[in-house]
């Protein structure tokens, strides 16, 4: 695009050659506005301007040059950042101009727009989105007494913003731009949740999990006439190997959410696998956000914590669900259960808890019940079950509501051997939707999870005898000070012997 020689650019510059053009033209406009009658002010920016095809752009084209008429400082700012980028272009090569080559590469376009109507050109819009569609940043910045974009006919050379970058993000953000979310208005808990997803190493830990990773791609795979021209938006998309598994697994568009600064490799990520048009990345909380749709067919997450419900994720989910999705559309997954069994460890805790009470020959017993408090994730041989596991907890994510989420279940574990038990362990199932359904397990009879199990030591030893019951109580519920941990509590019952313990997953 050369601007130089563009009939605005070349007006310009043969201006420029003889008078000083800013301070003129905002007296002259200023003075004409002051002595003009409104209506017959209004009439001549009218007719300068040109009517195209849709009526409402037209409408709104008289709109804006009235509003940019009508402020000396507008027009003031207007033509100083013409003359900034005149000074700028570099006449001999065309396709290198400052504007194209530097500015959309470099820095931020801030863009004047209200948070209604918006118009631009349609050249406008495709030049400034083949030009930025991997380096631009939109910031946003409304001005109360601006109801209308405004970009006259030079737009082409000259649109800070465009239509689609709004249509696309919204008032608050713009395509690639900085998070809708500040996250230094956060508090601690969650400032300290989101950063710890700004590092690769977790990711990488996710990514090598392959039954996470391939229960995720063999649902959308085994069902992509489920996702062809479908829109699909991901929640918590982390370096976007859910999003990229949607695309090719024939969806229209996906939208791809994430709060932490990994996005910015997804962007990369996304790219350079070519679904950049395919994909939109959005950085910020989802519940800050306005997404380009109204509606989406699906929504893909993988929300799961430790105990399934550590981190909370899932309300976001939730929260996604009750905006979004369309009536009847699918969520990935959908279903979850969750299960308890008892286990023989006493090697294992007495390395874990009975350590404390003799160290180096000082007493530490005052760590003991910190140890016990705080269940322990880690991988559980299967051979360690003493009882057949009992599924106390399940949902469907299409109906639970985030109260729901909290719980307090019976269970019975019947033993399948005689020998001791020295905790619990528990884990979860999710299901998948489709004509082919997928199920992801976390048990101990599966193969490695990064979720492995949660352990939960008993302050007793329970002594079994096969076929014996324990008839216990588990409970669950968002930590009241960071909904985000998990407060936890079993009650348990053998012939004789009864305990309780809370746990508190930190």
Known sequence: MDIASSGSGELVTRIRAKVPVVQPVVAVASFLRLVLPTSLARGLVQATVKKGKSEEGYRNAIEACWKLFSSPRLIKQALEMAMEEMDQIKHDRPLQDWFFNTFLKKCLIWGFFAATDHWVADSTRASILEYSQKNVRFQVETLPDISHSFCVDQSVEFAAVTLEAMATRGPSQAANAASATDKATLAFTEQHYFSSYDHFGIHEEMLKDTSRTL????????????????????VGCGTG?????????????VYAVDMSNIIEKAREIVNLNGFEGQITLLQGKLEDIELPVDKVDIIVSEWMGYFLLYESMLDTVLYARDKYLVEGGLILPDKCSMYIAGIEDGQYKDEKIHFWEDVYGFDYSPFIEVAMAEPLVDTVDNKLLVTEPYKFFEFDINTVTKEGLSFQRQFELRAIDTDLCHAYIVWFDCDFPGDETVTLSTGPMSPYTHWKQTVMYMDQVLDVKKNDVIKGQIASRPNSKNPREVDIEIMWELRDQKGKYNYFMR
């Open 241 to 253: 190997i859910l999003s990229m598994f949607a695309a090719k697994a024939g969806a229209k568009h």
């Open 215 to 234: 229960s995720y791609r063999s649902a959308m795979f085994k069902n992509r006439h489920l996702f062809k021209d479908k829109v699909v938006l991901d």
